[in-house]
Every structure is written in C-alpha cells, then in structure tokens.
C-alpha cells in the first residue's frame, strides 16, 4: 500500500485531455513538499516529467502540466497522443527525508 | 552527458545478500548538488524507494528496508553501491540507481534497470 495514492488506469481518446491525481497528507504533500511525476513507458526506466509540482525538464512538451494543491497533486495531459501510453508516477517525501511513489497509474489511449 | 549503470548478479540465493554498483560516468559523483539513490521495482508492480547518499557518505534509508540496507560510496570509482541482505522472493525486482537533485528531492537521471531474480 503507497503512502501516495493514484487512480490504477485511466483512459482517454486521441486529442483529449486526461488527469491524474496524487493524494497525500498533512506529513508529505500537505506538508509543504514537492510533487514529482515520471512516465514509464513499456520496458523502460522511468524518466522525470514534471518537478516541483509543476515545471517541466527540457524537451518535455507543454502537453504535460501539473498542479498541487492541500495534500494532493495532478498531471494532465492534453491533446492525448498514442505514444503517451505509459504508466506514470508520483513522488514526493516526508520530514524524514523519505522519498515515496504513488502506486502509479496505467494511462490507456483509446 | 552523464551516465549510471547498475551492475551485480542476476540471480541471489533466498537469506543470502544482493549487492549491485551503479558507475556513474560522463561527471561526477561528488557534486554538492546531488544525492544518488536506489528504487526497486518487483515485476508488474510500483516503483519502491530503497534509500539515497550523499558523497560525504551521509544516507537516508525507507524505514520499511532500513534494517538489511547498506548503501555507500566510492568517489574515487565513482561509483555508489547497494547491499540488501537475508533476500527472499519478494526482493525480486528491477533495481535501478538514479540521481536524486537537492534540494527540490527528485530523480532527474535514471540508470536502465537490472534485474535481480532471488531463487535457489
């Protein structure tokens, strides 16, 4: 069971928008930490999409957005593409300096 | 550009102890910007953090793992390693090393991964 919990799968069309969610608490998210999402795709290592809640590495589209807010976070995703396939993850750490992952969440493009 | 690759046996014996190196190439392990990390993940499953080092040797270890973890530091090799002792089929995972940027605490570079099968 994560500390960090995500929707397991979500879908979308092509050229739609789509959202994932990050729930925390008051001792990690809530607590004024930072969000952080990779995306996973099949057979890969994870690579960093946005960090610090809501920046994005170079090279990385404007299609990827996040936000946080209280003690959860969201990445959406818009104008959805095929090769957006991937599972995607949170993370953020607590006061102890744990770093901790969402469970991850399955994004299927329909 | 900078590089990691994780290194060690394949295959562990269930009580015995699982011992990977990432080699960091391409820069180096001592900069006062980074610290270096493990996260494991079991096959099908979410990613799991193992624990993290500075250069000076300084470690932050997951509470869950923290009494069969030993994570330390080689600057002149620049390199870091991994031991995880008393294994058992559920230490079966890909583990990668990664690079872990202060203060903002997150993976910004990640090595491809090894999997270690634990099994007689």
């Known amino acids: 069971q994560s500390v960090l919990t995500q929707p397991p799968s979500v879908s979308g069309a092509p050229g739609q928008r789509v959202t994932i969610s990050c729930t925390g608490s008051?001792?990690?998210?809530?607590?004024?930490?930072?969000v952080h999402w990779y995306q996973q795709l099949p057979g890969t290592a994870p690579k960093l999409l946005i960090y610090?809640?809501?920046n994005r590495p170079s090279g990385v589209p404007d299609r990827f957005s996040g936000s946080k807010s209280g003690t959860s976070a969201s990445l959406a995703i818009t104008g959805l593409q095929a090769e957006d396939e991937a599972d995607y993850y949170c993370?953020?750490?607590?006061?102890?300096?744990?770093?901790?992952f969402g469970g991850g969440t399955k994004l299927t493009v329909l | 550009q900078l590089q990691l690759q994780e290194s060690g046996p394949g295959l562990v014996k269930p009580s015995e102890t699982l011992s990977l190196t990432c080699t960091v190439s391409?820069?180096?392990?001592?900069?006062?910007?980074?610290?270096w990390g493990w996260i494991r993940q079991p096959p099908g499953k979410g990613l799991e953090w193992i624990g993290s080092?500075?250069?000076?040797?300084?470690?932050y270890y997951n509470p869950s793992l923290k009494s069969r973890v030993t994570i330390s530091v080689d600057t002149s090799k620049n390199q870091f390693s991994l031991k995880l002792s008393s294994v058992t089929a559920a230490d079966t995972a890909v583990y990668y090393c990664?690079?872990?940027?202060?203060?903002?605490?997150?993976?910004?570079?990640w090595g491809r991964g090894t999997l270690v099968t634990v099994s007689s």
């Open positions: 391409g820069g180096s392990i001592s900069s006062s910007s980074y610290y």
């Open positions: 993370q953020s750490y607590d006061s102890s300096l744990s770093a901790m």
């Open positions: 080092i500075y250069y000076s040797g300084s470690t």
């Open positions: 610090g809640n809501s």
């Open positions: 008051s001792s990690n998210i809530g607590a004024g930490y930072d």
């Open positions: 990664a690079r872990l940027g202060v203060p903002r605490r997150y993976f910004d570079l």
